[in-house]
């Protein structure tokens, strides 16, 4: 943030900030890598190289030079998912941006998930949304692929849009899901229900800790 810090060696980013004073109340969420929010930048010292990171995950080095970027402006398009068929069509009307990708493999650089963000929106326009949903599974959102993107593409509400329309239209249905709803709306488990909302807070207790001991 353009003044140096002296923290103990090992520390994450996150924790060296921490060390060093901040109350970090913005860039901050899961602290495990899977919320996107604490998304870096940096450079070592020596190097040319713009690199990225989380700063839950990423160590301190000596020398680093750093700032977070905990948010990345984009305008989210309104949608009914209902209305949407699974294809490049519904997907690039919503986000016409994607036809600009020269695929340049720029956004796929700056992932600190390792994901082929690239071959995702390439799929995308060729139609192949099971593939780019799953290419895609593990983005957090964190953005950087967007603020690096030469085309603009919004990345984080194009691929929850592409991952929606795999779950709606392409992922098989789960049959054992599918029976266990059924049993739901037919009643079976109404009577059993009904048995438990009506005992008594102690006895749910000693229910639930012989539940326990079972499965232990």
Known sequence: MGRAYEVPEGLTIMKALEYAGFRLIRGVGCRGGFCGACATAYRLPGEYKLRIGLACQTVVQDGMHLVILPYSPMEKPRYNIE???????????????????VACNTCTKACPQGLEVMDAVQAIIRGDIAKAANLIFDCISCGLCS?????????????????????????????????RVKEIEEGKYEEELEKLMKMPLEELKKLYSEREIEKA
Not at 85 to 92: L, M, N
Not at 152 to 170: A, C, D, M, P, S
């Open 83 to 101: 209305e949407l068929e699974p294809d490049a069509g519904s997907v690039i009307e919503l986000f016409p941006e994607v036809t600009r990708c």
């Open 147 to 179: 603020l690096r993107c030469p085309a603009e593409i919004r990345h984080i509400h194009l691929f929850q849009l592409v991952r929606r329309l795999y779950g709606k239209y392409l992922l098989p249905k789960a049959k054992h899901l599918e029976i």
